[in-house]
C-alpha cells in the first residue's frame, strides 16, 4: 500500500488497526511541524520534543477512538496545544527569565548572521511572554501557517475572536519589544 498518498484521516483508520507502516508516514508528516510549535510556544527544545513524542504515542494509544469530526491537524494542533500550555503553566511555576538578558547580550555580538539570531530570540521571548492565548494565536497563524478557520477550531474560538486575539497579541509583542529597544 502506498502510504504517502493516503490522507491524514486515511492513515488514522490504518494506525486504529495497529500498522506501523501509517504511523511510521504521518510522524514523519508531522514530526517537525509538531516539534517547531512546541518549541515556540514553551521555548525549551527538550520539552518541545517531550511534548511532541508524547502527543505521537497519544495518537497510536487512541487511533481506535479518534472520530474525524475536524481535519486530523486541526485536532493535532489542539493536542500539542494544550500539552504545551500544560508545560508553559508549570515552568511559570519555576519562575521565567527576563527580556533583558536576552537584549544585554546582543550588544557583545558582531557577526550580522548571529545579530539576527540575537533579533529572533529577542522576539520568541517576547512572544513567550504574551498571554498564553495571544501567544497560541500567533503562533498557530504566523509560524505553523494555520488558516484563521483551522487556528479558531484548535483554540475553541469563533474566527472574530481568533482576529481579536491576533490584533492583541501583534500590539502586545510591539509594545514588549519598544519597551526592551528603549532600555
Same mark, same amino acid.
Not at 102 to 120: G, N, P, T, W
Not at 142 to 164: I, K, M, P
Given at each position: 500500500?502506498? @502510504?504517502?498518498?493516503?490522507?491524514?484521516?486515511?492513515?488514522?483508520?490504518?494506525?486504529?488497526?495497529?500498522?506501523?507502516?501509517?504511523? *511510521?508516514?504521518?510522524?514523519?508528516?508531522?514530526?517537525?511541524?509538531?516539534?517547531?510549535?512546541?518549541?515556540?510556544?514553551?521555548?525549551?527544545?527538550?520539552?518541545?520534543?517531550?511534548?511532541?513524542?508524547?502527543?505521537?504515542?497519544?495518537?497510536?494509544?487512541?487511533?481506535?477512538?479518534?472520530?474525524?469530526?475536524?481535519?486530523?491537524?486541526?485536532?493535532?494542533?489542539?493536542?500539542?496545544?494544550?500539552?504545551?500550555?500544560?508545560?508553559? *503553566?508549570? *515552568?511559570?511555576?519555576?519562575?521565567?527569565?527576563?527580556?533583558?538578558?536576552?537584549?544585554?547580550?546582543?550588544?557583545?555580538?558582531?557577526?550580522?548572521?548571529?545579530?539576527?539570531?540575537?533579533?529572533?530570540?529577542?522576539?520568541?521571548?517576547?512572544?513567550?511572554?504574551?498571554?498564553?492565548?495571544?501567544?497560541?494565536?500567533?503562533?498557530?497563524? @504566523? @509560524?505553523?501557517?494555520?488558516?484563521?478557520?483551522?487556528?479558531?477550531?484548535?483554540?475553541?474560538?469563533?474566527?472574530?475572536?481568533?482576529?481579536?486575539?491576533?490584533?492583541?497579541?501583534?500590539?502586545?509583542?510591539?509594545?514588549?519589544?519598544?519597551?526592551?529597544?528603549?532600555?
Amino acid at each position: 500500500m502506498d @502510504y504517502e498518498a493516503l490522507g491524514d484521516e486515511e492513515l488514522m483508520l490504518c494506525i486504529a488497526k495497529k500498522d506501523d507502516a501509517a504511523f *511510521r508516514v504521518l510522524v514523519d508528516r508531522y514530526l517537525d511541524k509538531a516539534v517547531s510549535f512546541c518549541t515556540r510556544m514553551v521555548r525549551a527544545g527538550d520539552a518541545a520534543e517531550d511534548i511532541a513524542q508524547d502527543t505521537f504515542a497519544k495518537i497510536w494509544r487512541s487511533a481506535g477512538t479518534w472520530q474525524p469530526t475536524a481535519k486530523f491537524s486541526t485536532w493535532f494542533f489542539t493536542v500539542l496545544h494544550n500539552a504545551s500550555l500544560n508545560e508553559i *503553566r508549570k *515552568r511559570k511555576s519555576h519562575g521565567e527569565t527576563e527580556l533583558e538578558d536576552i537584549f544585554a547580550s546582543s550588544e557583545a555580538l558582531q557577526d550580522e548572521r548571529l545579530m539576527v539570531k540575537q533579533r529572533s530570540e529577542l522576539v520568541q521571548k517576547a512572544l513567550g511572554l504574551l498571554p498564553e492565548r495571544q501567544k497560541s494565536a500567533l503562533v498557530l497563524c @504566523y @509560524y505553523e501557517g494555520l488558516s484563521q478557520r483551522e487556528a479558531a477550531a484548535v483554540l475553541n474560538v469563533t474566527e472574530g475572536a481568533l482576529e481579536s486575539l491576533l490584533s492583541r497579541g501583534r500590539k502586545t509583542l510591539e509594545e514588549r519589544l519598544t519597551s526592551v529597544i528603549k532600555e
